[in-house]
């Protein structure tokens, strides 16, 4: 199951893993929500330039 939950007004995509019982979040969605950002897949690269654990 796939659907879009919201986070003051702005859409995050999720998606429901039946077998492990977990949802899944899009991270570049939730990254927008919370900055604002205007490019967030460049905001989550600098992020992960800057924090080696984030890019694994």
Do not use: C, H
């Not at 893993?17 to 600098?46: G, H, M, R």
């Amino acid at each position: 199951m796939s659907n879009l939950k919201f986070f003051e007004g702005k859409q995050i995509r999720s998606y429901w893993n039946e077998k492990e019982e977990q949802w899944y979040f899009s991270v570049v969605d939730i990254i927008e929500a919370l900055t604002n950002s205007v490019n967030p897949t460049y905001y989550l690269k600098k992020l992960r330039k800057r924090d080696s654990e984030l890019g694994s």
